[in-house]
């Protein structure tokens, strides 16, 4: 299965909740994308110890199956840069992934 997911949120027990979910689904064999669109860009900055969302990333970027990219507009209204954790892209991308997806969820 593709599953894509898209994260609009900053909020840390939910980002952890959501990517928990996608290592799972890499765990069964499924093909793993997330998209981070408005604060959803912020999403490591709410990683702590209770809710260790950088654990959890650094799992699924291990797996070929998985890929993070992220609103290029909104990190650049966040003064954000691009990384591996958090890789430029567009609309275009969201567009694509949502087309290409057997189930997207978000959060």
């Known amino acids: 299965m593709k599953l894509s997911i898209i994260l609009s949120t900053n909020n840390g027990e939910s980002n952890w909740n959501a990517l928990r979910l996608a290592n799972l689904a890499l765990s069964k064999g499924d093909t793993v994308s997330v998209f981070l669109l408005g604060e959803g860009v912020e999403y490591q900055q709410a990683s702590s110890p209770r809710f260790n969302i950088k654990e959890q990333v650094e799992r699924f970027l291990q ?28 609309v275009e991308d969201l567009y694509n992934l949502v087309t290409d997806s057997d189930k997207v969820l978000t959060f």
């Open 63 to 90: 797996s070929d199956k998985a890929g993070i990219i992220a609103c290029g507009n909104c990190m650049a209204i966040r003064k954000q840069g691009s990384s591996q954790e958090c890789p430029e892209g567009g």
